[in-house]
């Protein structure tokens, strides 16, 4: 029997007593020949709905919402089949709100089979989870997600996840994309298609998405994944609270965002206007583009490239045909001087003179052979359509700061990245050069609030709704380590305090507090827990603040002397050395504190080294909630480490830290305020912290339930992964009227 479809005519497959036909426009009978004998296989599971909703979308030009907070968004069709005792029943559809057909009626047998069934299996079922719980559709308890379980299978490979995918890869009944990808591409949504396209594509869905399951259900049964269960468990009920947030949303205050637009709008204009008056000076007349990477490259280098394809190939910089990206080559001091001025040449100083052939226009008009004009002017060829023609002076141009390593090479001349530009900073201040200290001050202050007014607040203003809420999309399946995400904005990276105040926005609807409640040094605590290092025990045993002893070392200054602010800002430099980092491109002081680091946590250093050993014996590394992560072909390199040594010590830490720890509290805040009844609302979960916008009376059993839904989980991490925690967990509470404007509160 060939696998995929199998035509079934008049008759039942054997094997599988009253097995029902799948019925299909056009009187065909379809059924797949993987799905019936596999499917014995789930007799003794509980009854399973396998479902897929096609929806509406809307289109503002390149951006689609298929959000079911749009209230324009509709469900057009639901497809279904039953697996219950052994048995697929047939696939199943209702049409609910397709232009040809609406029978809002035709729902029930939906409902029926939804009730009866205990768990309900969807690719991205949270899409559609949302879908029917905003149409007041009732769901089984349980949910499966068929891309939560490809990409729990794929240990972090980078695989893609999608339905299409998954199937091809699983070799299963394919996806029938072909029928709708032209017609959606060209912008016409399932409710416009015709009846039996839609009926045909979203019925073998169905199909393809219960092959799926079977799959990953007979594959989750092999002894070489059993310490997966737990991760699906974990997942699949992490998804329900993600639902659960979505569905709340997040109060957004407008017009607060939009004077927070309106003031770094202002400081934008007036910083572009500085820069543009630093160019003058530095370059002369010659045209400067502050968006261009390439102009501001012959800005801060005072150097510019000739030729990029030869510049290219001297720093190695591209991708090899199978898409993997070059590394930079390894070149000494001396070697990457001669590179530089081999591959680009010295920027001069212009003055500009009016062109004297097109008189400053830039075009000229040419004649036919009989002497007519043409149409259309063309570009003055001795001005290049400039209108002026560039006088060189002889004089340097630009802030004279140099490249310091081939990695600094890139397609636009050399790199002037965030991260390139604080090395920079410090090139600048040991050659006291003022100027490129205020230039490149005020283009990173720049570059920063570009980002933030085209990432957080334009984004954040589309995307919120007619009533005021809004309703970000958090993503499972997106990070190799498990971490979530967000989409529809981005509100996983918010940032903290006063600096850009987007957090300003968010309000309570209940006119009252938000409180956040974030676990504190998790991650070190995490490092200590999976290392063994007895010092990192200790520390925390005895309650020292790593931050303010890592904020002392790098400000020099006494512990009691440490700010708030200091102990803010060297968070980064306390987790930079559980992840890999070294700090190679940071200041001197800093690389003396990384040097310092593993003095005196030596154990974490002996388990980054068994890590790397074991990645080289069997290619997986593994967390305590049996989660995995798979490296094809590690490399010894010639310094003792190994090729991907930094995402090896990182993924166990994060992973267990943000996607099992965080999202365990998660799934228990929710159960605790169900269980409590309370108005209160979980609307955020960023990083290793929970948000919730609270009812008024309700703050001090909101503080409860959450102090002990993410300190006092020693007991379900056991019963859950049997992994004995020996590490307390901690947390810090704020709450103020706004996200933003926080003050801190007892958590006891």
Known sequence: MNRGILMIQNQIQPGISQLEKTNLPGGMELLSAKLMPRSVAMSNNPAILVFDLETTVQRDGRIIDNSPFNPKNKIVSIHWLVIEDGKVGPVQ??????????????????????????????HNAKFDWLFCLEANIPLPSKVWCTMIGEYIFDRAQGKSK????????????????DLVDALFKGGTGFEEMPLETVIEYANADVISCAEIFIDQKLDLA?????????????????????????????????????????EYLAEKNAIEAELTSIIEEVMGDTPINLNSGADMSKVVYS??????????????????PSGRKKMPPKMTAGQFSNAVRKSSRVMKKTIAHQCDSCGGTGKIQKFKVDGQPYKNESKCPKCIGNGFIYELTGKTAGLKLSPEKPGDASVNGFKVDKQTINRLLAQAEKKENEQAINFLSKFTRLQAISTYLDSFIKNIQFWTRPDGFLHASFNQCMTKTGRLSSSNPNFQNQPKGNKFPVRKCVVSRFDNVI??????????????????????????????????????????????????????????????????????????????????????YKGLKVWHKSLMDGVMQNNIVRTPSGREF????????????????????????????????????????????REQKLKSKLIITVHDSIVVDVFPGEEQTVKKTLASAMREMADEIKKRFNYNMIMPLDIEMTSGKNWMEQVDINVD
């Not at 150097?303 to 090899?320: A, L, M, Q, T």
């Open 515 to 600: 409180l956040e409640a974030d676990f504190s040094g998790l991650e070190f605590r995490v490092a200590g827990e999976l290392s063994k290092d007895k010092q990192i025990i200790d520390d925390i045993f005895n309650g020292k603040d790593v931050h303010k002893q890592t904020a002392s070392i790098i400000n020099q200054c006494d512990v009691s002397s440490v700010t708030k602010e200091m102990r803010q800002a060297a968070k980064a430099y306390t987790f930079s050395p559980l992840y890999g980092g070294m700090g190679a491109n940071e200041p001197d002081h800093i690389k003396r504190y990384f040097e310092e680091y593993f003095t005196i």
């Open 162 to 177: 999608s339905l299409k995918n998954t199937a091809e890869r699983r070799d299963v009944h394919r996806k029938k994309s």
């Open 93 to 122: 559809y209702c049409i609910l709100n397709h232009n040809d057909q609406a029978n809002p009626d035709s729902l029930q047998p939906f409902i029926a089979d939804s009730i009866r069934c205990d768990v309900g299996v969807a």
């Open 222 to 262: 092999q002894e070489s994944n059993a310490g997966l269960k737990p991760v699906f468990d974990l997942m699949n009920e992490m998804l329900l609270f993600l639902v659960e947030i979505e569905r709340n949303g997040i109060k957004i205050d407008l017009e607060v965002l939009n004077a927070v637009e309106a």
């Open 630 to 673: 798979y490296w094809e072909n590690p490399r010894r390199m010639g310094n003792g480490r190994i090729s991907n040594a930094t995402q090896v010590v990182n993924y166990p830490v994060q992973s267990f830290a943000t996607a099992d720890i965080v999202v365990l509290s998660c799934i228990r805040a929710l159960r605790g305020f």
């Open 303 to 320: 150097r510019y490239i000739p030729d990029r394809d030869y510049h290219c190939s001297v720093f190695n910089i591209g991708s090899y």
